[in-house]
């Protein structure tokens, strides 16, 4: 979900949503293949780099698709099958990720709502 955003915190807060879509997605993709023979399941962090903008002050790249997210593969140990799905623990990423995106969409969405009552709008 791109946002077209032009101060620091619509950028940051677009970025957050675009990791937290991005984590959905993997954590999907883990869960509906948790008896698929030889998967490796994969996970997300875009945190640190979105951290490590907004520590250093310049998050004009990341309205530009400029925040770093690495998938890599989990460190869960593989089973019988050469599967590495942990499903308690896709479960309960799924379950935070979800609450993730909703503090986050209602921060846009109160964002946006700040925006338009400073503009005078109804």
Do not use: C
Not at 25 to 31: E, F, L, S, Y
Not at 74 to 98: M, W, Y
Request: aromatic share 4%; no cysteine.
């Amino acid at each position: 979900m791109s946002l077209v955003v032009s101060d620091a915190v619509s950028r940051v807060l677009g970025a957050a949503l675009d990791g937290v879509t991005l984590r959905q997605k993997v954590t999907a993709d883990n869960i509906s293949n948790v008896d698929t023979p030889g998967f490796r399941a994969m996970s997300v962090d875009f945190e640190s780099s979105l951290r490590q903008a907004v520590d250093s002050g310049d998050v004009t790249a990341l309205s530009d698709g400029g925040l770093h997210v690495e998938s890599t593969p989990s460190d869960t140990p593989v089973g019988i099958n050469g599967n590495n799905v942990d499903l308690r623990k896709e479960t309960l990423s799924a379950v935070q990720t979800q609450y993730q995106y909703q503090m986050l969409t209602r921060a846009v969405s109160d964002r946006f709502t700040l925006v338009r009552d400073a503009l005078g709008g109804q």
